[in-house]
């Protein structure tokens, strides 16, 4: 071999990895035009972006925060009063009512969701030919406005709406019922609603997750002598786990703050039985002007929603790290 030769192969670029070959063109062109492009791009660009999201999300949330311990009416001046509006908060038994429900609720959906919509994930997994039709129909209502979808069931659960109807063609007229002025059955009615509109988003979760799953672990598991119910709790449970703790997580945050479907199904009634945290800033804020008050009630939500992420985020790691 020449001098020259030798020369030009020790010019030659050398990858990361020493194996002694060197990058082809397009890789080459590649990684300089990204060099370029990276060096071309000065970083105030970037400042519009942060001011915006500043302006918009970081300094109202402060803002918020911060008017929680006066009160201010939204208009004029205002005075600090300190804890005082959280200490009305769990004085007054309609507020307290409200924190109830707004955790009733947000487990009950919390649960419901996650258990419709593993369910409905295992059947359409594999194997059913009509799994993609099916997996349309479910997830068709997640795209749906909540506002509409719940005044339309505020129509079924009418007195006079098809909902009794089917019951009176049925010939089970001892089961009508005013859906939406019952204390317990209004409650039900939210739920339901909510349910039934959210539980198609877990089922695409879940689905997500189920893929991941290798099939010739379930069949190695089969030819064991698992049985289907210990399949599923030692073979695809644990490897679905960040799929139930990202379901888990976007359920437990959407059910406490829920709205649309309280104030298109019942207001909040029947006499305050549906009153959740949510509805309460509106009517402390909008329509009774305290403006302070409701950003204590904003607030605590916040702090709510806060609380209980940690907590199911540490209960999953605790899980994955036990390995159960």
């Keep these: 071999m020449s001098a020259t030769t030798s020369a030009t192969l020790a010019d030659q670029p050398k990858p990361p990895d020493g194996t002694g070959s060197a990058p082809s063109g397009r890789e080459a062109r590649s990684r300089r035009r990204t060099r370029r492009m990276s060096a071309a791009v000065p970083a105030w660009w970037a400042f519009p972006g942060i001011l915006l999201v500043l ?13 929680a311990f006066t009160d201010w009416s939204g208009i004029g001046g205002w005075s600090f009063v300190g804890l005082d509006n959280f200490v009305k908060i769990f004085q ?3 507020l307290v009512g409200a924190l109830k429900n707004t955790i009733v609720l947000a487990v009950a959906f919390v649960v419901l969701t996650n258990l419709g919509g593993l369910l409905f994930a295992l059947a359409l997994n594999r194997g059913l030919k009509t799994r993609y039709l099916l997996r349309t129909l479910l997830f068709m209502p997640v795209v749906l406005a909540p506002i509409a979808v719940s005044y339309i069931w505020s129509f079924i659960f009418a007195f006079d709406g098809p909902l009794n109807q089917a019951l009176r063609g049925l010939g089970l007229d001892s089961w009508q019922k005013d859906w939406l002025a019952d204390p317990t059955l209004a409650k039900l009615c939210v ?3 909510m349910v039934w509109q959210n539980v198609g988003l877990v089922m695409v979760i879940y689905l997500a997750g189920l893929a991941t799953v290798p099939i010739e672990i379930e069949e190695a598991a089969a030819i064991d002598g698992a049985g289907r119910w210990s399949r599923f709790w030692h073979v695809v449970l644990p ?11 976007l359920m437990l945050v959407q059910g406490l703050r829920v709205f649309d479907q309280i104030m298109a199904l019942t207001g909040g009634g029947p006499s305050g039985a549906t009153q959740t945290l949510a509805t309460e800033i509106y009517q402390q804020t909008l329509v ?37």
Excluded: C, H, N, W
């Design 55 to 67: 302006a918009l999300i970081y300094i109202p949330t402060v803002l918020g925060g911060f008017y």
């Design 191 to 193: 739920l339901t609603v």
């Design 239 to 249: 490897s679905i786990r960040p799929a139930v703790a990202i379901a888990t997580t």
């Design 92 to 94: 007054t038994d309609e």
């Design 288 to 324: 009774f002007g305290k403006f302070g008050f409701g950003a204590a009630l904003a607030l605590l939500l916040s702090a709510l929603i806060l609380v209980f992420s940690i907590f199911q985020q540490l209960i999953m790691r605790e899980r994955s790290a036990t390995g159960a």
